[in-house]
């Protein structure tokens, strides 16, 4: 019986206050700006991977994520098996005592702690995970800023999920990505107050995927160029000064304002992407009234590739902004469209 080397790690989902949204290389997964966001705490919402290898494992590369049997042969998780390998072999070169992993069969297994049908991001925390699951296994130097170039390579904002706390994603210029790679900002220790709360607005799957709406974007938006280049290169600083002041005024507010910044390149794209409903644009207006009665800022809004709201607030400020979600939510009256469910989260 052949022996079996195994290793599991967990990754958690990221949601990004300056988001990212085009990329200059497709293959590689290079974006066209920085970015930043908060990871959320591994209690909430993380995935869950096991990576192993064995000589008596079938020969082909495996993935089981949530139970069901996935495609590996697509370029981006090939891209990840092939880097981490060639780490691997670096290790087995240096040391003839080393077992030779690299050339054994891989079998990963993968678990979200949060539905599926949550119609949540799961890419970020997925190949994060992945990443690290097989780099633990092959004793690679567990790196997080080297782990991000691979996970990147997977799915862009899964670079970001190798750090906890608020984690920016240096952009980058060279060709071939070797500075495209997350950095830490803060931990989350450094404003350990900060909650989220998420709407699950729809469960739907998106219509338009990130990968492809985002590069009609780059070919049709003429906002585009100007976030790209101007705005986003403002905020990165703007944010990273409010969360090393921790300035909930300054961060709400930008944060706020990235997400506007980057549907309305998303209505300016030819044909036009729509994420946000009118669940959702109910959930900016009850942003703005718990705004307005506090008379400063105490809750942001941001939105993905998808109606889904995420609003970020700090502990002491619990009542005034989840509360008034929740009891929304309880009570459907005033709240249009289809019935949306809470999900508490902590960042840690
Ligand atoms: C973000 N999003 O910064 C932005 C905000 C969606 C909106 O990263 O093609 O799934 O795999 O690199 O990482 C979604 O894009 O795209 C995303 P790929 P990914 O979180």
Redesign the pocket.
């Known amino acids: 019986m052949s022996e079996i080397y195994r290793a599991s790690t967990t990754a958690p989902v990221n949601i ?1 206050v300056i ?3 085009g990329k200059r290389d497709p293959k590689l ?1 290079l974006p066209t700006n920085s ?1 930043l ?1 908060v990871t959320l705490s591994q209690n909430d919402l993380r995935t869950h991977t096991t990576a192993s290898c064995s000589a008596s494992y079938p020969a082909e590369d495996s993935l089981l994520l949530n139970g069901k049997l996935q495609d590996v042969s697509g370029a981006r998780t090939q891209a990840c098996f092939r880097e981490l390998r060639a780490l691997r072999k670096e290790v087995e070169a240096k040391d003839s005592s080393a077992p030779k992993l690299s050339v054994l069969p891989l079998k990963i297994v993968s678990e979200n702690n949060f539905p599926t049908a949550a119609g949540l ?1 799961s ?2 925390a997925g190949f994060a995970a992945l990443v690290r699951a097989i780099a633990n296994l092959y004793e690679l130097p567990a790196d997080p800023t080297e782990l991000s170039r691979i996970a990147r390579q997977g ?4 670079c970001r999920s190798l750090f906890g706390g608020y984690v920016g994603w240096e952009q980058g210029s060279e060709a071939d990505g070797s500075d495209s790679k997350a950095f830490e900002v803060a931990p989350a220790s450094h404003w350990p107050n900060m909650r989220a709360v998420i709407l699950v607005v729809s469960a739907a799957k998106k219509d338009v995927s ?2 492809s709406g985002m590069q009609t974007t780059v070919a049709t938006s003429s906002l585009f160029a100007s976030r790209a280049s101007e705005t986003v290169p403002r905020r990165m600083k703007e944010m990273q000064d409010a969360i090393k002041n921790k300035d909930f005024e300054t961060f709400a507010k930008v944060t706020m304002m990235d997400s506007n910044s ?1 549907h309305a390149t998303c209505l300016d794209t030819y044909p036009p992407i729509f994420y946000l409903n009118d669940v959702s644009r109910a959930a900016i207006k009850m942003v703005e009234q718990i705004n307005n009665t506090a008379g400063k800022i105490i809750a942001a809004y941001t939105f ?2 998808g109606p889904n709201a995420v609003i970020y607030y700090l502990e002491e400020n619990e009542k005034a902004v989840a509360g008034v979600f929740k009891t929304l939510l309880a009570n459907k009256d005033g709240w249009s469209g289809e019935r949306g469910a809470a999900v508490e989260g902590n960042y840690e």
């Open positions: 990004a988001k990212y949204w997964n970015s966001s991001a890419s970020a799915s862009g904002s899964a990130s990968t980057f993905d590739a």
